[in-house]
Nanobody, 119 residues
Framework: QVQLVESGGGLVQPGGSLRLSCAAS????????MGWYRQAPGKERELVAT????????YADSVKGRFTISREAAAKNTVYLQMNSLKPEDTAVYYC????????????WGQGTLVTVSS
């Protein structure tokens, strides 16, 4: 079993920044993908950014140039999402996800953390 613990959400003004963290523990495979997804009210959950255990990141077009995903250098089981130049449309519940690299679906979800961008 894999456990994911997220932190870092909150209220921020447009143009501001937040950093989300996701700590994974348990039966983590060495080759994996962790990422951030978000779900706004009335919308489907969407991918924001992912990063492999080797450090390769991918981003949704809507966040490219504003968000940066990274993994802790030492343990590599903690993933961060640095969000800059936040917009009201970034408001959503953000979920951390984990999967084995060889699988094409998220195996474990975090509990979610709310990010609200509003003046």
């Amino acid at each position: 079993q894999v456990q994911l613990v997220e932190s870092g959400g909150g209220l921020v003004q447009p143009g501001g920044s937040l950093r989300l963290s996701c700590a994974a523990s348990g039966s983590i495979v060495s080759i994996n993908v962790m990422g951030w997804y978000r779900q706004a009210p009335g919308k489907e959950r969407e991918l924001v950014a992912t990063i492999t255990s080797g450090g390769t990141g991918t981003y949704a077009d809507s966040v490219k140039g504003r968000f940066t995903i990274s993994r802790e250098a030492a343990a590599k089981n903690t993933v961060y999402l640095q969000m800059n130049s936040l917009k009201p449309e970034d408001t959503a519940v953000y979920y951390c996800g984990y999967r084995n690299w060889y699988k094409n679906f998220v195996e474990k979800w975090g509990q979610g953390t709310l990010v609200t961008v509003s003046s």
